[in-house]
């Protein structure tokens, strides 16, 4: 059995759908509240759902779990919780990291890019204290992915117990189906798409940076279906460990994504520009790529889904269709 934390959202619910469609049995820890986030997981056979808080006793009586995958997480690059986000994103993440180590399980688990915060130090997902310690998040969230990925690094150099296999996986800029609950958090391409069903025009942020056009704010988009790829080779070599970026290698700008959505709607481009959130303001990324060398010299060799080609499938395979879910 395999324990996926966050594993009725996005990232986590298409995961467990490849571990289901593998055999593998999968016992979700998730909150599903109010809304239609239990329809993330509609589709496949699971062996139950835990609330976080009753892991605890779940994991005491030593059910035969053969791996944990560690995607839950508060997600939001707006929240101002700190001591929420602590409790859930570095705490908890600890706990399980403890416990994999002293059971002898693999434990995957979801870093993320906000880690490093503006770019202006690179992307190098190079896994030493004194790379982390030169990296600047610009929110709260950030902070706590990589509060985690210090504290394992320090772990590791003190030669503590550890698990057998660990990955720390620093997703970028990911999109797809079932990130239908997200709201403000999903991705441009369901925001966007939103706002077309709605008869408006798909709004982008205008730029406040010289050199910078509208529209040419870039990141590096990546597919889930990329990311959940990655983790099950992760899986099948048991025998890699690290840190790990997860994205598409290259960089795109919101325009191309946005044109590529309306491609894929059979629509001409109805783009409006728009003033930033005062929210958002010295927080916002301008620029991300995923360098992926160092999954690649692992071993992975799988190939990145080209932007217009994963934005087509998702829109014609999930958001036009009557039943949008994975």
Request: aromatic share 12%; proline share 5%; hydrophobic share 40%.
């Given at each position: 059995m ?9 990232i ?8 289901a ?6 016992m ?8 239609d ?8 056979l699971?062996?139950?759902v ?6 605890p ?5 030593r ?6 995958l ?8 707006t929240?101002?919780?700190?001591d ?6 570095l ?11 002293a ?13 490093y ?12 204290p ?20 210090r ?11 550890h ?21 403000r ?13 709605r008869?408006?025009a ?11 056009a509208?529209?040419?704010?870039s ?18 070599n ?22 590529a ?13 728009v003033?930033?959130?005062?929210d ?6 301008y ?20 932007l ?19």
């Open positions: 395999y324990l996926v934390t966050g594993g009725a959202g996005f986590g619910s298409n995961l467990v759908a490849a571990l469609a593998r055999g593998a049995e999968v979700v820890v998730d909150r599903l509240g109010c809304d986030k239990w329809r993330n997981l509609s589709h496949h699971i062996a139950g835990i609330a976080p808080e009753d892991l006793s779940f994991w005491a009586r059910p035969p779990v053969q791996g944990v560690h995607m839950g997480a508060i997600s939001a690059t929240a101002t919780d700190a929420e986000v602590v409790r859930d994103n705490m908890l993440s600890l706990w399980l990291w403890q416990e994999c180590a059971r002898q399980l693999p434990f995957i688990y979801a870093s993320s890019a906000a880690t915060g503006d770019g202006a130090l690179g992307f190098e997902d190079e896994f030493t004194a790379a982390l310690a030169r990296q600047r998040p610009l929110n709260l969230y950030g902070w706590s992915k990589l509060a985690f990925d504290r394992i690094c320090d772990l590791l150099e003190r030669r503590a117990e698990p057998p296999q660990w990955a720390g996986l620093r997703f970028f800029n990911v999109y797809g189906p079932n990130e239908y609950h997200k709201g958090m999903a991705s441009v391409v369901w925001g966007k798409y939103q706002q077309v069903l008869g408006e798909a709004t982008l942020f205008r730029s406040d940076r010289p050199g910078i509208d529209g040419q704010q990141r590096d988009f990546v597919h889930v279906d990329d990311c959940v790829a990655a983790m099950l080779w992760l899986l099948d048991p025998k890699t460990s690290g840190l790990f970026n997860i994205g598409s290698g290259k960089a795109r700008s919101f325009l191309d994504l946005v044109t959505m309306f491609t894929a709607m059979g629509r001409e481009p109805d783009i409006k520009f003033d930033m959130p005062a958002l303001r010295g927080k916002y990324q620029f991300t790529e995923a360098p992926i060398d160092r999954l690649r010299a692992a071993g992975w060799n799988g190939q990145s889904t080209p217009e080609e994963g934005v087509r499938r998702y829109v014609q395979d999930f958001l036009l269709q009557e039943d949008p879910y994975r």
